[in-house]
């Protein structure tokens, strides 16, 4: 029983041990790319594309997050007996 709990914490550690390396790892390279000034351009880029460009697909997610939504609004007040639902 002692010989599994220090397996498992033996082994936590070296996860920890390697996730810390790895999170260094990636933060130097990320500065490294982030301060060169080529890298200026392709990042701006990549921004426009992730962000501004996603805009109708969250707008469409939205929609039918509402529609959702609503119908269920809907099916809860049916079954409480409510004849209509009026926000004003």
């Not at 990320?30 to 805009?55: D, E, F, H």
């Not at 939205?62 to 639902?85: C, E, N, P």
Request: overall charge positive; hydrophobic content about 50%; glycine content about 10%.
């Amino acid at each position: 029983m002692i010989g599994m709990v220090g397996a498992k914490t033996i082994g936590g550690v070296e996860n920890m041990g390697r996730f810390a390396r790895f999170f260094l790892r990636s933060m130097i390279v990320s500065v490294r790319t982030c301060a060169s000034v080529p890298a200026y351009p392709l990042i701006w880029t990549q921004m426009n594309i992730i962000g501004v460009r996603s805009v109708p697909v969250v707008m469409i997610t939205g929609a039918f997050v509402g529609m959702t939504l609503a119908v269920q609004a809907y099916d809860h007040s049916r079954a409480w007996g409510w004849k209509s639902i009026s926000v004003f």
